[in-house]
């Protein structure tokens, strides 16, 4: 009779550490065909591989490969043998898709971002970020405002999360009860734009590096709120614009360590008026992780942190902490609907 082992007991190696083991493999089909638009290519309906590798330029053998895995993945559907249909999963990696997550695919398959991760150990035997081992380069975001290309992939990526974030944000938080907002690190405009919308009264100001605001009159203009929102460029290191009495920080605080996060806070307390609001949209992290996908997903998003930034996920305790070092008192934290894992966390000057 055979021995069984341990691995037989608890489903077989299939079943525990090989998809986390070759999980990268999966990363990378996805990231080509962002690049290769396959979904773009699919949107108008099924075709054939040949068809496929004609519009792209790929091999033929090579890409029906790449398809098949796609496939696999549950990306694509293959109705026939070499026929490939678009569907709801593969749909987000439109370029036009509401939902699209196409420049955070092409993001996080970045060189940039590949080559750091290849270096996690450094960052984990160090504690500082491996973006900076690898490229020599303190500030990942000066390297960006180099490669104009690649910083709009960045900001369009940051606005396809934005997108699924703001809705639920305006849902959970009355805006109504604020006159001017400033949108610190606000980018294109994406959030401040639909808190806009829901408050017909307020005015905003969207406050960013100059290649960080770039696109945002563009976009406040589309959104039809361009006349109540004012786009200003700047370093939120040294100062933020005075005059608003809420200021919102989307996916900001955590790209920082303690110091540097507590310095922008600061800069919104100098500005903020004695009855104003500060409010963090972040993810809270758990006090206990235990094993379920949206605690997998809040660290491995700390473990991006680490790697590219120096930054971190944090829990309420320690955003309390930064908020004190900062002169702000956390007031209340509001878990937003849906699936987003994003709160917003309110803060009021001490």
Known sequence: MMEKTASSER???NATLM????????????????????ADLLAAGTKSTETLASETGANIPALHRLLRALASLGVIDELEPG??????MGDQLRT????SVRNL???FGSERVWRSWGELRHSILTGTPAFRHVFGVDDPFEYLARDPKQATVFNEAMAEITRQVAKAVVTAYDFATFSKIVDVGGGNGTLIATILSSAPKLLGIVFDSSSGSA?????????????????????????VPRGGDAYILKSIIHDWDDERSATILKNCRDAVSAAGKLLLIERVMPARIDASGGHQRWTMLDMHMLVMLGGRERT?????????????????TILLPGATGFS???????
């Open 11 to 13: 489903g077989g190696f």
């Open 83 to 88: 026929r490939f249909a678009l569907n709801a």
């Open 105 to 107: 695919a092409l993001l």
């Open 316 to 332: 309420e305790e320690e955003f309390r902490s930064i908020f004190a070092a900062a002169n702000f008192e956390l007031t209340r």
């Open 19 to 38: 998809p986390l083991i070759n999980g990268f493999m999966a990363a990378r089909v996805v990231h080509v065909a962002a690049e290769l638009g396959i």
């Open 96 to 99: 036009d898709a509401p939902d």
């Open 344 to 350: 917003v966390i309110e803060a009021i000057p001490i």
């Open 215 to 239: 696109e945002a009159s563009d976009h406040l203009r589309t959104r039809g709120v361009l006349e109540r929102c004012e786009v200003i460029a700047g370093d939120f290191f040294r100062s």
